[in-house]
């Protein structure tokens, strides 16, 4: 019988066959693709929709949504969700190992300001180890923000990138300068031109 959480489930699922580990890997990078893009891989207004889009559709390339991700991980994501098992990571190992040569200190739980992870304790998107160079400590914001006013932001933010808004409207809040450096700031995470410039427009006098 086909067994799942339909938005999560593998084609194999879909199909009733007998499953393995490899299922797994391959709702563990919907799950991954969710958190960094903020949608889901496929769409569909029904059950069936649903179930057709894991068996033939092929999701967009995460960096197609967020230009600013790593391109490698936007190609592990994109393995992980592979229609036949074999194409996809054959461990939750492999999987790991190559998320790790991306972010080197990805078992750490030191925080940094950018990108971002799911930490092992929490299911609260926090910031990720920077990747293979240190950068530079970020320099004390020379604005402080209204906590009501930052809410606001994120709630607008999320109706265009999905529920990162919350971690990017907080570390940008750090280093902006005033609110328009703010809204810039947040506008450049809004892959539609038409969508930044009606956020941008959003701004408080």
């Given at each position: 019988m086909a067994l799942g959480s339909l938005y999560y489930m593998s084609p194999e699922q879909i199909k009733a066959f007998p499953v393995d580990a490899h299922p797994d890997i391959y709702s563990v990078g919907v799950t991954l693709y969710e958190i960094v893009t903020g949608r889901?891989?496929?769409?569909?207004?029904?059950?069936?929709?649903?179930m057709a889009a894991h068996l033939q559709q092929i999701p967009v390339p995460p960096i197609h949504l967020m230009p600013h991700i790593p391109p490698e991980l936007s190609s592990i994501i994109e393995r992980s969700q592979q229609?036949?098992?074999d194409d996809r990571f054959q461990t939750a190992e492999d999987?790991?190992?190559?998320?790790?040569n991306v972010y080197p200190d990805l078992q750490s739980h030191v925080a940094s300001?950018?990108?971002y992870?799911?930490?092992?304790?929490?299911?609260?998107?926090?910031?990720?180890p920077s990747t293979q160079t240190a950068r530079p400590a970020?320099?004390?914001?020379?604005q402080s923000f209204d906590h009501a006013l930052l809410?606001?932001?994120?709630?607008?933010?999320?109706?265009?990138?999905g529920p990162m808004a919350k971690v990017i409207v907080t570390?940008?809040?750090?280093?902006?300068?005033?609110?328009q450096d703010l809204y810039e700031k947040l506008a450049e995470q809004i892959s539609s031109p038409k969508d930044r410039q009606t956020f941008l427009r959003s701004l408080p006098l």
């Open positions: 889901r891989p496929v769409q569909g207004d029904s059950l069936f929709s649903i229609k036949y098992p999987f790991r190992a190559a998320l790790s300001t950018a990108p992870r799911i930490s092992s304790s929490t299911s609260t998107p926090q910031p990720l970020t320099p004390p914001s020379t809410e606001t932001i994120r709630k607008n933010l999320a109706t265009y990138i570390r940008a809040a750090k280093t902006a300068r005033s609110r």
